[in-house]
């Protein structure tokens, strides 16, 4: 249960080691002189996200963590869940892996339309992280870059939440009326997140933030009983006397604004029509007035319309050229509009120049958008913000990566180096093989070849034979191995090509869907296969400390997959288990890779003297294998818990023979009741009752057995 009262407590059986203490300290010594800017510059595997966690205790503030890719942010979302388990801890991050943003491109005249269909499970994780931060302190949000993105108002959508009491008066048709105004749909069949139905004097709502059902029953025009259900078992899980409900939409407007918003933007497309017409571009005007005026007249009459987003501008009030409210919006400020939160941005030499050019590449789109006619001028103020209104948006900010960039160093008042990593776990040995079969080594792979005892070059298989051999090595010992090629098509083929070669492989880019990603990063550490192959998706953050080697394909094509910070980043993926190491494929050692190579060796020496000094020997880190899926239980297998668990109470006082035959029978029930729901097409139910068959079976083999 949430006390009010409750502060950040940091949940974790381990203590801070290493040079985790002097971070911790230093970095809370420049919090509390009033620091803007701090940088946490920590070799991977060090337990950044730990010091972190020893901050946001220590500081008690809402912390905003900043990612630069959905799949890291769904990891840190995991890890801070798991150190505040009594905290609310959230994942924010955007549609764009379901629909394609609306674009038009003019050279072959294609008008690409936002796709609707919004996943539902991302946005109801969006709506728990604003109304946590509307109602609690302790809040951890873990987000993309999209939380510089327009929200709607958080004024308005906390002002129509809806507080729902035992024995208040209200009619069943006012409350539906009501429900409609928050943007709650009806639906007679199942509900989802954001609807309601009505069954004679109940009406049952799925909050748009939490997978359960609020059972309202009414007597006459009075509130008799609200009841917490299960939205699949349909078991009963709580009696309540108030609930609260959240508005199913971010973008919300006053009732008292509406009429003149609407107003100010008939008036626009008066005035942008004109320009069109004056212009010659009749087709281009005939569009805009067919597009905006329908979606004038949904917003009339519902309240809302696909896109309304593009009418934030006019809609909230603002002056042309604003920035809209966005997730920052819902942080706590205080009575002058200050920022009273922790901002960390995590892998900051990615995630900073990400924030800083989300700006110019909306605007670019939404510029053709107005240009021909698909949208109003004033749709341009529907826009991330730019790097230096994020910045005035924010109080004091820690930047968090093992390869600090220009900025990082630049900007920061306190640089503060977290190198030693409490497990012991020295930086891995790098070895340099030739990309090609023949041909001259460098000096480097020659003092390592003859210190090796390795065949002649003229013998070399050449990268891609030798790693599989090496694979196939690190697959016996029992080791998981991680390879990075230039493309994706590359990633794919290789993926193939292992695979024919007989390694379980697969591969992993930026085309894979978030939940999907994070599916194949579980499976991975699971050992379900065993070589992953990536582009850049493997770098930053992404903790596998079952990775025992990397292979870093043309590791001498100079550019961004191969700089110096890709390769340090992609070389401390092997720095988590003790026999992790480094393999790159190179026919000549460029810049990058004798820097890459030279800090890697610094930070090596540092921490074998500790190790020494102190007398640690290195073990390979321990990690639970989770990912942020798992902290939700879906609706299904929840039923299937609740009802095998009823019905098998009884099964423990049975012996021998009668526990037989009570599970044969009760399996024998379920077969009936399943055949039953397909034949009135009940499929839900019929899923449920299958695997529940499953789970009896599963019992009834190990009795047998």
Do not use: W
């Not at 077969?671 to 034949?679: I, R, S, T």
Request: proline fraction near 4%; hydrophobic fraction near 35%; glycine fraction near 6%.
């Amino acid at each position: 249960m949430y006390n009010a009262n409750m502060l950040f407590k940091l949940v974790s059986k381990f203590i801070p080691d290493g040079d985790q203490p002097a971070a911790i300290a230093g970095l809370l010594a420049g919090l509390k002189k009033g620091f803007k800017k701090q940088t946490l510059l920590g070799a991977t595997g060090t337990g950044k996200t730990y010091t972190i966690a020893n901050i946001i205790e220590k500081v008690q503030k809402p912390t905003l963590v900043i990612a630069h890719n959905k799949t890291l942010a769904a990891q840190l979302a995991q890890e801070f869940k798991e150190f505040f388990p009594n905290n609310a801890v959230h994942y924010f991050v955007s549609y764009y892996d379901y629909y394609q943003p609306e674009a038009y491109l003019p050279a072959s005249d294609t008008y690409i339309e936002k796709d609707a269909s919004i996943n539902a499970e991302i946005d109801r994780l969006r709506h728990a992280s604003t109304q946590s931060l509307l109602t609690r302190k302790d809040v951890i949000v873990v987000a993309s870059v999209s939380c510089i993105y327009g929200l709607g108002s958080p004024k308005e959508y906390e002002k129509r939440n809806l507080r729902i009491n035992v024995g208040e008066k209200i009619t069943r048709t006012d409350f539906i009326r009501t429900l409609i105004d928050v943007r709650y749909s009806r639906n007679n069949a199942d509900v989802k997140p954001g609807e309601f139905r009505v069954l004679g004097n109940v009406i049952e709502v799925m909050p748009v933030s939490k997978k359960t059902i609020f059972r309202i029953e009414f007597v006459g025009s009075m509130i008799d009983r609200i009841r917490e259900i299960d939205p699949v078992s349909s078991v009963e899980v709580e009696e309540l006397q108030t609930v609260f409900i959240f508005p199913a939409k971010h973008f919300l407007t006053d009732e008292n604004q509406l009429e003149p918003a609407l107003k100010s933007i008939e008036k626009e497309l008066e005035g942008r029509l004109k320009e069109l017409d004056d212009e010659g571009k009749i087709l281009e005007a005939e569009r805009l007035k067919r597009r905006t005026r329908y979606d004038l007249a949904m917003i009339r009459e519902i309240g809302y319309t696909n896109g309304i987003e593009n009418y934030s501008q006019p809609l909230s009030g603002r002056k042309p050229g604003e920035p809209a409210d966005t997730l920052l919006s819902y942080f706590p400020h205080d009575e002058n509009g200050k920022p009273k939160f922790l901002t960390i941005i995590d892998e900051s030499h990615v995630t900073i120049p990400q924030l800083n050019a989300m700006y110019a590449g909306d605007r670019a789109r939404k510029k053709n958008l107005i240009a021909h006619g698909f949208r109003l001028p004033s749709a341009i103020d529907n826009r991330p913000m730019q790097f230096h209104e994020f910045e005035e948006r924010v109080d004091q900010q820690i930047y968090v990566s093992a390869t600090p960039s220009t900025y990082e160093r630049e900007n920061s008042e306190k640089i503060v180096e977290q190198i030693i990593r409490p497990t012991g776990l020295v930086d891995p040995m790098i070895e340099i093989r030739p990309v090609t079969p023949g041909g001259e080594r460098s000096d480097l792979e020659e003092e390592q070849s003859d210190r090796k005892g390795r065949t002649s070059r003229s013998e070399y298989p050449g990268q891609v034979q030798d790693f599989i051999l090496e694979v196939k090595k690190e697959v016996k010992k029992g080791g998981r191995v991680l390879t990075t090629t230039l493309t994706k098509k590359m990633a794919e083929d290789l993926s193939e090509y292992l695979s024919e070669q007989g390694i379980k492989a697969e591969y992993m880019h930026s085309e894979i869907k978030t939940i999907d990603r994070i599916k194949i990063l579980t499976q991975f550490r699971r050992g379900e296969f065993d070589c992953l192959v990536g582009v850049n998706l493997l770098r930053e953050g992404l903790d596998m400390p079952e990775v025992t080697l990397i292979g870093i394909l043309d590791a001498d094509k100079e550019g961004f997959l191969r700089s110096e910070t890709s390769l340090i980043q992609t070389i401390g993926r092997a720095a988590r288990n003790v026999d992790g190491r480094v393999i790159l494929y190179a026919d000549r050692i460029t810049n990058s890779m004798e820097k890459a190579i030279g800090e890697t060796s610094r930070r090596r020496d540092k921490q074998l003297a500790y190790n020494k000094e102190n007398g640690i020997t290195p073990k390979t880190i321990e990690k639970e294998i989770k990912d942020i899926t798992q902290q939700m239980e879906s609706a299904h297998e929840k039923a299937i818990k609740l009802d095998l668990d009823a019905e098998l109470a009884n099964l423990k006082d049975l012996k021998g023979k009668k526990r037989e035959v009570f599970l044969k029978k009760l399996i024998s029930k379920k077969e009936k009741d399943m055949n039953g729901a397909v034949k009135v097409l009940d499929f839900e139910s019929a899923a449920i009752l299958r695997d529940e068959l499953v789970a009896l079976q599963n019992i009834l083999d190990q009795k047998v057995k």
